[in-house]
């Protein structure tokens, strides 16, 4: 991988943040928010004060990682703001994953995940490791109703479950997703793993929000002029 990397992920209620290069991480820093939005007033010193601490300035960068999603709205618009917006202007390299890789970094066989999208829906999605990066099966990433029937992964698969979902696979026993899960290390063994593969122009950086947002803008009544 490139030396001095940035890592960021907005995609839950902790910013998390990491400095690496090609011999590990060198700096970590998870910071707990009362709510999403809070991220884009927290973002930039945060970023600033993990490079200051650790004698780095911000042109020593040399590449991006984010993660793309999917998790909060607003928290996901954010860290793919940032991203885009320092790769074009400082011309540097991004490396783009979403949530379900990096909680599969560690299976060497196909894993199932459910995340949380609250109202008894989850986002889902099974995949496992082939040589050029993840392979999904059957269908890419998207929302699920739980309460429809579940989409039954393949007999091998490993099942992977936000902690509020358990009641919906009472026929099995899932693995728990760890809510502390350190993103930006997974980031860094994929890059590891995989090299460039999951790089992408800024240009191409999206989020991967799998639903329309919840908030709606209210309508502006017509202006009436008084004549």
């Not at 004060?49 to 984010?66: F, I, M, P, Q, R």
């Not at 059957?138 to 979902?165: C, F, K, T, W, Y």
């Amino acid at each position: 991988m490139n030396d001095l990397t940035l890592f960021l992920d907005t995609t839950t209620s902790t910013l998390m943040l990491a400095l690496g290069n090609s011999q590990g991480l060198l700096a970590a820093q998870s910071i707990p928010c009362d709510s999403h939005r809070y991220h884009s007033a927290l973002m930039i010193p945060a970023i600033e004060e993990l490079l200051d601490t650790h004698g780095y300035n911000v042109s020593d960068l040399k590449a991006l990682a984010v993660n793309t999603g999917p998790g909060s709205f607003t928290g996901i618009r954010t860290g793919i703001i940032t991203a885009r917006t320092m790769a074009q202007f400082m011309h540097l390299p991004v490396h783009a994953f979403n949530t379900f890789e990096l909680l599969a970094v560690d299976y060497d066989y196909p894993v199932a995940i459910y995340l949380d999208a609250l109202r008894g829906r989850a986002y889902h999605a099974t995949l496992c490791w082939g040589e050029e990066g993840p392979q999904y099966w059957r269908q890419p990433p998207r929302l699920v109703s739980l309460h429809d029937e579940i989409p039954n992964p393949p007999m091998q698969a490993r099942l992977l479950v936000s902690a509020g979902l358990t009641p919906f696979f009472p026929w099995a026993k899932p693995g728990l997703i760890d809510a502390d899960f350190f993103t930006p290390l997974a980031m860094m063994k994929l890059m590891d793993r995989f090299g460039s593969q999951f790089i992408k122009p800024w240009t191409d950086l999206l989020p991967l929000y799998l639903q329309s947002p919840s908030i709606t803008l209210k309508k502006t009544p017509p202006l009436t002029i008084a004549h």
